[in-house]
Every structure is written in C-alpha cells, then in structure tokens.
C-alpha cells in the first residue's frame, strides 16, 4: 500500500452553545480535513483546527505545510514503513504540530486497514469503552450552573469547568456549581491560563478551605511560566495539569523533573500526532505520572484517534476529556468511534473505521 496522493477539504460543524473561554469564544468547528490516497484505493483521514493562539496554527498554514513539506517525504512511500513515515513527518518542518498532526492521523488509519485491524489493537489493545467529561463554557453563573446540570441529567458524570476570566467571579462560580452538583458529577476546571500563580494559590486555597473538592485544575498560568507552574503545585493539595506549557516529550521531561504539574493533558494537535503522543505516554507512566488525553475543538474524525490512543495506553492515560464530538450540532462521519453523550465506544473496524464524511468542502490540492 503506497501513497499516491494527499488532498485536503474543509468540515464546518456548528455547535450546540457557542464555546466560551479565557482566550477565545467559537460557534462552529471549521476544521481541515487530510485524505491520504493509497495505490490500492484506501484513504486514511486526519483532521487539524486552526488554533492560533495555542499552537501558532492557521487553516493557511496547515494546508501549505502538508502540501510543500510533509506531502514530498510521503509520496510513493509504502504505508508498512510507519516509523520511518512518522519520523519524516516530524522532521519535515519546526512547530506546526496540528498539520503534522493531521497527516499522522491520516497514516496510522491507513496502517489500521493495511492490517485490516482497529488502531488501538495494533496499538497495545484494551478495553474499547471510555468515558469522558464534558466542558461547561465560561458565562454568567446561573447559565453555568444551568449547563452543568442539564449536562449531569444527561448522564456526564466529570464536568470541565471554564474559568480564568475574573478571579473574584471564578470562585462564585465554581461555588456555585459546586453547590448545584456535589456528589453526582466530579468538577475539573480549566483556567486557559488566566490566572497568575498567586492569583491561582488565592483562588484554589479559597475553594478548598470552603470544603469544596477538586479532581484537577488545568493550567492555571501562562504557558511558559514554569516556576509559576511549580508555585501553584507546592501549594495547594488539588491536583495540578499542565496543557499548554506541555507540547512534546521534551517538554514533558523537563516539567516532571521540576515537579511542576501533578498531570499531564495529552493533546494530539500539540504533539504533532499520535507517535508523540504514545511516548509522552510511556514517559509519564515510567515516573508514575497520571495523564488526561485533551482535544481542540474536533470533530469526530481527529476525535477518534485520540480515543484509540487513550484505550491503548489506558495504564497511562487515566483521564479522559475527549468532548469535542460531544459539543458539535451533528457528527458529520459515517462509521468510526461510536459517541454517545458521556459513553465512547471503539468498533472493530479497520483502522479509525471512516466510511464518509458528509458537508466535506474539497479544497485545492
């Protein structure tokens, strides 16, 4: 099975609420979509976000990557060589993680069908059934609270909480869903790094003296700021993830050895695809590290990739935010992993088991 061709098409998904964080609030899922054609008439599909202020990453600049840097290493190249493929894939350009991303997801599917088996099988096996939370958008109080019950009585039982916008207003917040949900679903927040590292102490020491119980609060400062990082951590008893300030293995290393995060958030659009990510697996579970596997704002195509790697490396992988899917109006992909609402379930098809996308724009090759 060869590479003969890689084409590119749009996917536009509207959400059900419009996407509120610190940085950014988003209606619809505008995501490029990767079709990897193979002399034996298989396609692998990828899926990359244009997700500016988190991986530098534009629908222009993910598009020309592929098509200038990443497309000349693979074509005529035989789908069996996987790691020599992957390994070119992430040597063909610096950062742009969510076009090689794209393409990796791409060549892992088309190696699921070369043996005719689904990724996470030929990736170590599991249990193909997960669970994952679902994010509440930062909004006024009472719409929070609103949406996280509503999200409970549709059988989430982890809800990811946006914050990082008003310190004072945060701690209502959580407070107050706090207060609506105690003993039915488990609070995660995602502080999109507002907060400074004292701001982040003052917040997190307020919410614990008042009795309220965390399972984990996710970057909570700037991305870069690893002391701050560390701060945090040595100072309250939640447990602290790094998302951004971790993108690659590299970085993963560095972050355990300053023992600045308790968890590690697993993004495949940050680690430039699925190879990365397994190593940052198995690092984090060598130094006994837990790990959540993340996603952008993806539809299920991208989304799936991620679930087989989280079903592979379940040792690791402890926690799961994979609601992508989950926030979108429609699930624009026929066949592929099964989401429903709080419940992802992996089928026995080949590869990431795609058989078509509806409301695919094709775009220029």
Not at 240 to 246: G, H, K, R, T
Request: glycine share 8%; aromatic share 4%.
């Amino acid at each position: 099975m060869k590479i003969t061709d890689i084409r590119f098409g749009m996917l536009k998904v509207p959400l059900k609420t419009p996407f509120k964080t610190a940085l950014r609030t988003v209606n619809q899922v505008e995501d490029i979509v990767v079709m990897v054609h193979t002399d034996s008439g298989h396609v692998g599909y990828g899926e990359a976000p244009a997700t500016a202020v988190i991986t530098g990453d534009t629908h222009g600049s993910i598009v020309d990557a592929i098509r200038h840097y990443i497309a000349p290493r693979l074509i005529g190249q035989d789908v069996a060589e996987l790691n020599r493929l992957t390994r070119a894939i992430q040597g063909s350009v610096e950062k742009n993680t969510s076009a090689k991303a794209a393409v990796e997801i791409a060549l892992y599917d088309l190696w699921g069908q070369l043996y005719g088996a689904p990724l996470y099988k030929l990736l170590g096996g599991g249990d193909p059934v997960i669970t994952t939370d679902i994010t509440i958008s930062v909004d006024y109080i009472d719409k929070m609270v609103a949406d996280s019950v509503a999200a409970v009585e549709r059988g989430f039982e982890s809800l990811k909480i946006k914050v990082g916008k008003d310190i004072g207003v945060d701690i209502e917040r959580v407070k107050a869903i706090y207060a609506a949900v105690e003993g039915r679903a488990l609070l995660r927040l995602d502080a999109n790094q507002g907060w400074t590292a004292k701001q982040a102490v003052y917040a997190l020491q307020t919410l614990e003296d008042a009795g309220i119980k965390l399972e984990l609060v996710e970057q909570p400062v700037k991305a870069r700021d690893l002391d701050g990082m560390r701060y945090v951590t040595e100072r309250v008893h939640t447990p602290i993830m790094a998302d951004e300030s971790v993108f690659g293995p590299m970085e993963v290393i560095e972050l355990i050895r300053l023992r600045a995060a308790d968890i590690i958030n697993i993004k495949l659009m940050k680690t430039g695809g699925i190879s990365n990510a397994i190593k940052i697996a198995d690092i984090a579970a060598l130094h006994g590290v837990d790990c959540m596997i993340g996603c952008m704002l993806e539809t299920s195509i991208s989304v799936a990739a991620a679930v087989h790697v989280a079903v592979a490396k379940a040792d690791a992988i402890t926690k799961v935010d994979l609601d992508g899917p989950s926030l979108c109006a429609f699930n624009p992909v026929d066949g592929g992993v099964i989401f429903n609402e709080s419940e992802i379930s992996v089928t026995d098809a080949p590869g990431l088991g795609i058989r078509a996308i509806h409301g695919l724009e094709p775009l220029e090759s």
